[in-house]
Every structure is written in C-alpha cells, then in structure tokens.
C-alpha cells in the first residue's frame, strides 16, 4: 500500500503543481509532507495499538484516509493542501502497522515469513 501511494502521488504530482503554479521547492514538499506525516503515524500507531487493540486504529485510519483524500481535493491553497496531505500520510502512517500484524495473524501459518 505504501509503495503504491508514493507511486499515485509521484504520477499526479506534476499536473497538481502546475495547478498551484508550485515552484521546484514546493514540488518536493508536496510529496515530502506525505512521509513526514506518515513518521508521526507510524510512531503513535503501536502505543495507540497496544493500549486499545489493533482493530479499532485501523479502522479509523482507513476512515481518515478517506475523509482526508475528499478534502484534500477540495484545497483552495497550497499550504491547505500540503496540511491535507500531511494528514493523510498521518492517517496511512497509523493503519499500515496494525494492518500487517492482523494480516500476519489471518495467514496461514505455511504461508508466513519466518524471522529468526
């Protein structure tokens, strides 16, 4: 999931600086904020796991990412759409870690990675 957000925005990240008239500098912070936001997710995510389970912190991510990805394509500004942006990194930064220990645990046992 990751990999294919950096590699939507990457495609889109052209044709949305030109909509904003954004220079060099504000390309790269268009897809910078996105892992800058993702940091902050990912460290809360295993605490806020820890202490109320892995189910409900994935599904309000999930929701964010939606409620935030419909905002952000309303931004009327640069620096909105960078805070949009920010947020829905924060949103995906929390749901991919408990996504892939609940994914670990629905897996057949065969099929798992063993780390030794």
């Known amino acids: 999931l990751a990999g294919s957000l950096t590699m939507l925005f990457s495609l889109v990240n052209d044709a949305i600086a030109d909509e904003f008239r954004a220079g060099s500098s504000e390309k790269g912070a268009l897809l910078s904020v996105l892992f800058v936001g993702k940091l902050f997710g990912n460290l809360l995510s295993g605490a806020l796991s820890d202490r109320v389970g892995?189910?409900?912190?994935?599904?309000?991510?999930?929701?964010?990412?939606?409620?935030?990805?419909?905002?952000?394509?309303?931004?009327?500004?640069?620096s909105s759409l960078l805070a949009w942006r920010a947020a829905i990194g924060f949103c995906f930064g929390v749901a991919v870690p408990p996504w892939n220990a609940i994914a670990g645990e629905m897996s057949p046992s065969w099929s798992r990675v063993e780390v030794a």
């Open 54 to 78: 892995r189910r409900l912190p994935f599904l309000v991510a999930v929701g964010g990412v939606a409620v935030t990805t419909v905002c952000s394509s309303a931004a009327g500004s640069l």
